[in-house]
């Protein structure tokens, strides 16, 4: 062997060596500084995206069943987010010629406020549908949009079901696992009479769930905060423009 070849020979000896030492090192060490940073980055990123999901939360509006609150009404009109029956239900406004055949009153497309149900075409002509809440049928439904803040576009401010009994009591329940434990709004629900009454909110938006005295049927209503301002405000451009046109 030539003195070149053995000295290649120990260059890759001492190579092997070295490596095997480095290695055994590591596995004798606990874990790095730089492992640690990491692992405490990752947590921090997973911190922060767990609050940002809960901001974004409080700061969205409830939807009902994909029916979100603050939809503008030609949003509303467009989807294909229909929640009632029969199947072939479709939305029924008050600027629509069907409102009347529904018992609506009719309104011109420039109104203030407008309300929509959901409807279909029976034998006899257009009739009310019913609107599937928690998997129920529900007695009666109305979704009402208003002109907000002076904005050209109506929108989606409440959302409104009287239900049976039973679906109300299914409801507060499932209400109560998917959004957290309610505020009883109802402080002494002893008393004959009271309506006990509980609500959800976030920081724009609110669901409440009442239940009737007598028939103990349930009103559940999803609700923009603020709204009632909105409103009234809207009622007020409305006199006014009516004391306008004499």
């Known amino acids: 062997m030539t003195l070149k070849r053995i000295a290649r020979v120990l260059m890759l000896l001492g190579g092997a060596v070295s490596l095997a030492t480095v290695v055994a090192s590591a596995q004798a060490q606990p874990p790095s500084a730089a492992l640690v940073r990491v692992a405490n980055a990752s947590a921090a990123v997973t911190r922060d995206s767990a609050a940002d999901a809960r901001r974004r939360a409080q700061d969205t509006p409830f939807a009902f069943r994909g029916v979100a609150l603050g939809i503008t009404l030609d949003e509303f009109r467009a989807g294909s987010t229909v929640r009632a029956t029969p199947i072939g239900s479709v939305p029924v406004c008050e600027t629509d010629v069907q409102a009347g055949a529904l018992g609506m009153r009719l ?103 009442c239940f009737l005295p007598g028939t103990r049927n349930g009103t559940l209503t999803y609700l923009l905060k603020g709204s009632d301002a909105w409103v009234k405000s809207v009622v007020r451009q409305w006199q006014a423009s009516g004391a306008e046109a004499g």
């Open 107 to 209: 309104k011109s497309r420039d109104s203030l406020t407008v309300a929509c149900r959901w409807a279909h075409r029976a034998d006899d002509g257009w009739a009310v549908s019913r609107a599937v809440v928690d998997g129920a049928p529900a007695l009666e439904h109305v979704l009402r949009f208003a002109r907000v803040d002076g904005q050209s576009a109506l929108r989606l401010y409440e959302i409104s079901f009287v239900i049976d009994e039973i679906t109300a009591d299914d409801l507060r329940d499932a209400l109560e696992d998917r959004y957290g434990a309610p505020r009883l709004a109802t402080q002494n629900v002893s008393v004959s009479g009271a309506m006990p009454t509980y609500v959800w909110e976030n920081a724009v938006s609110s669901i409440t769930l």
